[in-house]
């Protein structure tokens, strides 16, 4: 899988959007982004993933650069209980060769969304 | 709730013992994954089945082993326990190889080797 870069950590205020960043600048083109959050040591959390169009679902929306090598996610009102590490993920999207949809997580970003 | 069913949720045990954590998927989920997070390493990639056969292979120990049932309830046995096996260890599952990327994870198991 291709790697990815985060930031390590960013604060938010509370009812403010969280717009998180994410680089993968030698993603190809079957290759898809995906985001998880993991709340203090729960089990990471699917948030959404896409290819190149832009998506958005009932938590949040995914913004993908047309040259495909950064993305952002955005919680368009933090809450307290989005405080969380964020993990940007770019797989492929369907079963290639013994890769079999295993993710392979980074270090993430810690976002504190503060009152 | 994810649907994913993990026991025990904590575990203390002694070095040089031998555990198995068990993993129960989603109603209709074949593949089953397993991870280890440890405060220094963060999420590893462990091992996955799919419907009984073992499909990727991560940074597993040769201590540990994994099995997917035929009623595709999982296992993972970790054997010859060291202090630094102490982690979370999730597991997932999905409803195939993951084509859509969305796994569904349990609350993990604590594991505290002492």
């Known amino acids: 899988d291709a790697k990815t870069t985060q930031p390590p950590s960013m604060d938010c205020a509370e009812g403010r959007a969280a717009n998180l960043p994410c680089n993968h600048s030698t993603i190809s083109g079957n290759e898809y982004v995906y985001w998880y959050r993991q709340i203090h040591s729960q089990g990471p959390q699917y948030i959404i993933h896409?290819?190149?169009n832009n998506e958005t679902n009932e938590m949040a929306s995914l913004i993908i650069t047309e040259d495909r090598k950064s993305s952002t996610l955005i919680l368009p009102h933090a809450t307290l209980r989005d405080t969380a590490v964020y993990y940007c993920?770019?797989?492929?999207?369907?079963?290639?060769?013994?890769?079999?949809?295993?993710?392979?997580f980074g270090k993430g970003t810690k976002l504190s969304v503060k009152p | 709730d994810s649907g994913v069913t993990q026991t025990p949720k904590h575990l203390i045990t002694a070095t040089g013992q031998r555990v198995t954590l068990r993993c129960s998927p989603r109603?209709?989920?074949?593949?089953v994954y397993w991870y280890q997070q440890s405060l220094d390493q963060g999420l590893q990639f462990l091992i996955q089945?799919?419907?009984?056969?073992?499909?990727a292979k991560g940074n597993i120990l040769e201590r540990f082993s994994a099995q997917q049932f035929p009623d595709l309830h999982s296992e993972l046995n970790l054997s010859s326990l060291e202090l630094g096996d102490s982690a979370l260890y999730f597991c997932?599952?999905?409803?195939?190889?993951?084509?859509?990327?969305?796994?569904?994870f349990g609350e993990g198991s604590r594991l505290t080797v002492l």
């Open positions: 896409g290819l190149k």
């Open positions: 109603s209709g989920d074949l593949s």
């Open positions: 993920i770019v797989r492929y999207h369907m079963n290639y060769g013994g890769s079999q949809g295993n993710l392979i």
């Open positions: 997932a599952s999905s409803v195939a190889g993951a084509g859509t990327g969305e796994l569904f």
């Open positions: 089945y799919y419907n009984g056969e073992e499909r």
